[in-house]
Structures are given as structure tokens and as C-alpha cells.
């Protein structure tokens, strides 16, 4: 099991950055795969960034060059720094984690936090 809870969200104007945090109750070390989705109203459930088999990451072509995923192993944590954010940047994002057992992946969900970019 892994329990994954977020913060970091909230109202920022266009242009400007937030910082999202998500702390895993167990040691990332053991996990995956682990990163971020976002969901916009009305829209399904999609990938913004990740880490994969260790440190290779993955972004969204809509968030490249603006968002950036990182860690603190000692901290069991992963964050999502967010700059030059656009208003359709918002939506509710999700921590994830998909830990590899046998042939199957386990998925974990954080319960979100919302980011409202206002234009």
C-alpha cells in the first residue's frame, strides 16, 4: 500500500508559479513509477509529468519547458514546480505511483489538489 498526499495547490494568476508537493508513505526508492496528472473539467484524467525506473522522466508536450518534476529521496517526496502557467493549465492534479507486482502494476492516487490559473 502507499498513501500519497498532496498540497501546494491553489489561485495564481497567468504567468505566474506554484509548487505542488506530494509525500508518499513509503519510500519512492520501492516505487516505480511516480508523478503527476491533472484532470480539467470536463476532460479526462491525463499525464503531466513522471519519473520512471528511477530518474527517467516524462512530460507532456503542453508542459514542457514550463513544469519541472523532482524529488527528495530522503523526504519520500515529489514535487511539481509549475512556472508560466496558463490559464489552461487548470484543472485538479493527482500524485501517482505504480508499483510493479509480478506481471501487474498497482496504482495509487492521491485525493488532488485543485490549481485555478486565472487569465
Known amino acids: 500500500q502507499v498513501q500519497l498526499v498532496e498540497s501546494g495547490g491553489g489561485l495564481v494568476q497567468a504567468g505566474g508559479s506554484l509548487k505542488l508537493s506530494c509525500a508518499s508513505s513509503?519510500?519512492?526508492?520501492?516505487?516505480?513509477?511516480m508523478g503527476w496528472y491533472r484532470q480539467a473539467p470536463g476532460k479526462q484524467r491525463e499525464l503531466v509529468a513522471t519519473?520512471?525506473?528511477?530518474?527517467?522522466?516524462n512530460y507532456a508536450d503542453s508542459v514542457k519547458g514550463r513544469f519541472t518534476i523532482s524529488r527528495d529521496n530522503a523526504k519520500n517526496t515529489v514535487y511539481l514546480q509549475m512556472n508560466s502557467l496558463k490559464p489552461e493549465d487548470t484543472a485538479d492534479y493527482y500524485c501517482?505511483?505504480?508499483?510493479?507486482?509480478?506481471?501487474?502494476?498497482?496504482?495509487?492516487w492521491g485525493q488532488g489538489t485543485r490549481v485555478t490559473v486565472s487569465s
Open positions: 501517482y505511483a505504480g508499483v510493479v507486482v509480478g506481471n501487474a502494476v498497482n496504482a495509487y
Open positions: 519519473f520512471r525506473s528511477g530518474s527517467v522522466t
Open positions: 513509503r519510500s519512492i526508492f520501492s516505487i516505480n513509477a
